[in-house]
């Protein structure tokens, strides 16, 4: 079938009502830019679940990099998106403006620059992220122990996301089908949500980014669940392939291990997080036991958003006090967070 051919049929698809869910703040954000779902039949509902990784990550998160920033001769480096996520009482950007010592960067291995030119200081990189970005922060260890650099640690905050898809069909939720990440099976292979979709008997469809790719893999999903199949299908080949990236995964396996951790709005979910390693905790900067989930604004509804059980514009606080400017909620802040797409896309 030609792509044409394909958007037909999702536009004028008349069989069962289908609810599927992107699990990836870059689909999110894609989906919107490419306005998809425009395209799509009534009977066919996307909705976007726990893949930002800022939108998950718990205010005592925050707090302990905020406390970090304030403590004498240390600074916090943070991607951007993370600077205005509200913690318990306020967020890095409002603590940096208050005095605190918070720089952002472009990458991790920045850090390393810093704590060259500046020895006195202790660097804490805010490690946030999933089996993506996870990698990246073996690389900034392995450059700090090349470089003899004592004065760099890491915060992490880091999710998997199998036992979070678990958690939430095991809760209830009414998906029939999930749009996998296709840069997060780029570094597990696509193999790695074989066991849930053979558990609960749903498809699951790896997917790039572009427009074309995630039109062929909502078609794939459709046609899967109308058909009642279940499985695992690759619509990115070019970049995923089954088993993943072997050095990738290696590096995970030495300096990672899994944990309990703590999702914004979902709390804690046994194994899906990754820790330090015993042997390389000198390199935490005291990352357990942030499991604390306080709302800044006890009106925000991000965590029945993230779960799929509520969409953006149900939340009383959604474009009256809630907005990219004004954010009262982990989902309004990041760029591929489900509020902001739908404030950004009205």
């Known amino acids: 079938m030609t792509i044409e051919e394909i958007s037909t049929y999702l536009n004028e698809y008349d069989g069962k009502p289908l609810r599927f869910m992107e699990i990836c703040g870059s689909h999110t954000a894609a989906i919107a830019k490419y306005g998809i779902r425009d395209i799509l039949s009534p009977k066919i509902e996307l909705i976007s679940g726990p893949g930002c990784p800022v939108c998950v990550t718990p205010s005592a998160y925050i707090d302990k990099l905020i406390a970090l920033a304030k403590t004498p001769d240390t600074c916090v480096a943070s991607f951007g998106d993370l600077l205005r996520v509200p913690g318990s009482e306020q967020s890095l950007s409002e603590a940096k403006g208050e005095g605190a010592n918070v720089v952002m960067v472009y990458s991790p291995m920045d850090v390393i620059a810093l704590a060259k030119e500046h020895p006195q200081i202790n660097y804490v990189f805010a490690a946030v992220g999933f089996e ?48 996998a990440p296709g840069h997060v099976c780029a570094i597990t292979g696509s193999a790695y949500f074989k066991g849930l979709a053979e558990k609960y008997g749903i498809p699951f469809a790896v997917s790039g980014f572009a427009d074309t790719e995630l039109v062929i893999a909502i078609y794939g999903l459709v046609r899967m669940a109308a058909n009642h199949e279940a499985g695992v299908r690759n619509y990115y080949p070019s970049v995923v392939e089954t088993e993943g990236n072997a050095v990738a995964l290696q590096k995970l396996a030495k300096y990672f291990t899994p944990c309990e951790a703590t999702w914004r709005g979902m709390g804690a979910i046994a194994d899906s997080g990754l820790r330090l390693r015993d042997e390389y905790l000198g390199f935490d900067a005291g990352s357990m036991g942030l499991d604390e989930d306080h709302k800044k604004n006890k009106g925000c509804c991000c965590g029945e958003i993230l779960k799929g059980n509520m969409r953006p514009a149900d939340c009383p606080l959604f474009g009256k006090i809630c907005y990219p400017q004004n954010p009262q909620g982990a989902c309004m802040v990041s760029y591929e967070g489900s509020c902001f797409q739908a404030y950004e896309n009205r």
């Open 132 to 179: 993506t970005t996870a990698p990246v922060y073996t690389l900034l260890i392995e450059e700090a122990q090349k470089n003899g650099l004592s004065n760099i640690r890491i915060l992490t905050a880091l999710k998997t996301m199998p036992k979070a898809v678990d958690w939430l069909i095991a809760s209830g939720a009414k998906i029939d089908g999930f749009l």
